[in-house]
């Protein structure tokens, strides 16, 4: 069965800070896929990157950056200089790739910016 | 960018009605999934859907049903409202594979009293 760990339930940083939230999964699969998720205080879900499990490259987008290393078993999420509206609850996702597998999503971490 | 839609946004309703809330998507996506979402955060699958016809239940048991008779249509039913569903209900829709990143309404915020 896979599993999707998020340990920190909720972070508070102020404005301009760097912080990285954690995610650790567990899966049997060889092949498989991790997804960032983040949803505002309006309530919609916002898909911000999806990594397949053969390539281990980091990848940057603006502020953000994420870090998948095989070997822990993790796909962290760094955002640099944090700005209040980064202020979100954070999911990390993971889906199997056999047959036609649904998403296991990490119960969330908050991200409380402020000024 | 993603063309889901749910409707209401909003629901207050008193206990014992029957409601339907709406998920629609232009996108021609063939998986549509419903989840509950607690005050907690987690998200809870409750159903999925990989094509017309076709409806699965997910992880977390519910006494609501869906239906699925057009690609673009994925409607969740209650047929009794009870405070105990008093929650957020979001509605998202992929492409077949498991490599599709699913997208996201914005959801319906429902409160039974």
């Avoid at chain 1, 972070?11 to 998720?37: A, G, H, P, Q």
């Avoid at chain 1, 996702?93 to 000024?115: D, I, N, Q, R």
């Avoid at chain 2, 063309?3 to 629901?11: A, M, N, S, V």
Wanted: a negative charge.
């Amino acid at each position: 069965a896979q599993k999707v760990t998020q340990a920190q339930t909720e972070i508070s940083v102020v404005e301009k800070e760097d912080v990285t939230l954690d995610c650790v999964y567990e899966t049997r699969d060889t092949t498989y896929y991790l997804f960032w998720y983040k949803q505002p205080p309006s309530g919609e879900l916002v898909f911000l990157i999806r990594r397949n499990s053969f390539d281990e490259q980091n990848e940057i987008s603006g502020r953000y950056s994420w870090n998948f290393q095989k070997s822990t078993s993790s796909f962290n999420f760094t955002i640099t200089a944090s700005q209040v509206v980064d202020s979100a609850v954070y999911f990390c996702a993971l889906s199997e790739a056999a047959g036609y597998s649904t998403l296991t999503f990490g119960k969330g971490t908050m991200l409380l910016v402020s000024p | 960018e993603a063309d889901i839609y749910q409707t209401p946004r909003y629901l207050v309703i008193g206990t014992g009605k029957k409601i339907t809330l709406e998920c629609s998507q232009t996108m021609g996506h063939d998986k549509m999934y419903w989840y509950q979402q607690d005050p907690g955060m987690e998200l809870h699958l409750i159903h999925y859907s990989y094509g017309v016809n076709s409806t699965e239940k997910g992880d977390l048991s519910s006494e609501s049903t869906v239906s699925r008779i057009r690609t673009e249509h994925f409607p969740l039913t209650l047929e009794s409202a009870r405070p105990s569903h008093t929650s957020q209900y979001l509605c998202a829709s992929s492409g077949l594979t498991s490599a599709r990143e699913q997208y996201f309404g914005p959801g319906t915020r429902l409160t039974v009293t």
